[in-house]
């Protein structure tokens, strides 16, 4: 017999909240990633580890909470919490292998093509690999070509993702580009769940035990929602994105605020600014 899925137990609820979680990673995927294609200061390797650990954890905590609201009508739902827990450590591997090969590599063609795969592939591989950790009295069930469906939106959107982390600049920019690349992960995750079904065992003794997937799954959301808060606060107090690396460049070369540079010195140069009289001097008397 198959079970009666319903994929929104909390109505829009959890979709909702799934997609904000994807484009919260994402939006914070991208600006650490463009924070080092374009030659802004800081630590590169610190940079994309940050940008990919963001994107990654968003992805993630995306098709969980997408999951709180997936339930069998007669039977309860429970999850393998190794396997879960393995689900988001090849989220941030595998997203961690696109967006430093990108951003070490640049966005040719090539080199787009073979991040994307890498990364489309290992997004894929933590949806299925988070199913695999569900456990119900039954068998769970793909549609092959809804299963290949999927993972081509993984592809096509992980490759997008990378070009635009690349190649966007600026911050409406950058954010258009994450509400794309938010539904484009929430698009993947309910076209995988479309292709589920469930097999119901006769027996009713071999019925899952254990705690309920909203009580098990909430807990382990909580640090990749914190992890995901704490980077957005550092992309924020970040004066490079948010002054954009040229005008970064053009402020620090500054010596101060208008009226304010006796003595300061430009980045450029050991003259002094802010006194033009006393250099006009030095030259008349070098005369």
Do not use: K
């Not at 093509?113 to 068998?139: C, D, E, F, K, P």
């Not at 258009?176 to 065992?201: F, K």
């Not at 704490?230 to 010596?255: C, H, K, T, Y």
């Amino acid at each position: 017999m198959n079970g009666t899925i319903d994929g929104f137990s909390y109505g829009l609820v959890t979709p909702m909240a799934a997609y904000v979680m994807a484009c919260l990673g994402s939006a914070l995927g991208l600006r650490c990633v463009v924070r080092t294609v374009h030659r802004s200061p800081g630590w590169r390797p610190g940079w994309l580890a940050l940008g990919a650990a963001s994107l990654g954890c968003g992805i993630w905590t995306m098709h969980f909470i997408a999951m709180t609201g997936f339930s069998v009508r007669q039977t309860p739902v429970t999850y393998d919490v190794p396997l879960t827990v393995l689900s988001l450590m090849v989220a941030i591997v595998v997203v961690s292998a696109g967006v430093f090969i990108v951003g070490y590599r640049g966005a040719a063609p090539a080199t787009l093509t073979v991040a994307g795969t890498i990364t489309g592939l290992g997004v894929a591989a933590m949806h299925y690999l988070g199913m695999s950790a569900i456990r119900l009295n039954g068998v769970i069930r793909y549609d092959a070509v809804t299963v290949a469906l999927s993972v081509v939106i993984a592809l096509v959107a992980a490759t997008a993702a990378l070009w635009a982390a690349v190649s966007v600049r600026g911050f409406l920019r950058s954010l258009g580009a994450s509400l794309v690349m938010g539904l484009a992960v929430s698009g993947m995750h309910y076209t995988g769940m479309a292709a589920v079904s469930v097999h119901l065992h006769s027996d009713t003794a071999q019925a899952a035990s254990g705690p309920s997937g909203v009580s098990l799954l909430l807990p382990m959301l909580l640090g990749p929602v914190i992890f995901l808060i704490l980077a957005g606060a550092v992309v924020m107090f970040d004066p490079v994105l948010i002054l954009g690396d040229g005008e970064w460049n053009s402020q620090a070369s500054r010596s101060g605020p208008a009226g304010s540079g006796r003595g300061a010195y430009s980045l450029d140069s050991t003259q002094p600014r802010g006194e033009p009289w006393r250099n006009a001097a030095g030259e008349h008397l070098g005369r």
